[in-house]
Nanobody, 126 residues
Framework: QVQLVESGGGSVPAGGSLRLSCAASGYTYSSGSMAWVRQPPGKEREGVAFIYRGGGRTYYADSVKGRFTISQDNAKNTVYLQMNSLKPEDTAMYYC???????????????????WGQGTQVTVSS
């Protein structure tokens, strides 16, 4: 069973930075996709950053391109999200998600992930 545990959220002023971590246990696949998905208060979940386990190909939502970077450390089975130049509209619960075995050229849609973490809150003040 795959378990995902996020950490690193917090409150920062606009323009600040945070690094989120997602530690995956039970994830023995060398392929598939992992992602960071956020859910602002009262809104739908949206994918912000995606990474393929094999090869490390990444994709980003337009709203975070140039500010967020997703990366992985396969030895530690951990995925990171470095968030710079944070804006108040980045305020949300951030979730780590995993879809082992995903082989399509497009990243999974938000609701195509099998496994989810419990989330970590990011609050950006203006």
């Amino acid at each position: 069973q795959v378990q995902l545990v996020e950490s690193g959220g917090g409150s920062v002023p606009a323009g600040g930075s945070l690094r989120l971590s997602c530690a995956a246990s039970g994830y023995t696949y060398s392929s598939g996709s992992m992602a960071w998905v956020r859910q602002p208060p009262g809104k739908e979940r949206e994918g912000v950053a995606f990474i393929y386990r094999g090869g490390g190909r990444t994709y980003y939502a337009d709203s975070v391109k140039g500010r967020f970077t997703i990366s992985q450390d396969n030895a530690k089975n951990t995925v990171y999200l470095q968030m710079n130049s944070l804006k108040p509209e980045d305020t949300a619960m951030y979730y780590c998600a995993a879809r082992p075995g995903w082989a399509l050229s497009r990243p999974p849609g938000v609701y195509e992930y099998n496994y989810w973490g419990q989330g970590t809150q990011v609050t950006v003040s203006s």
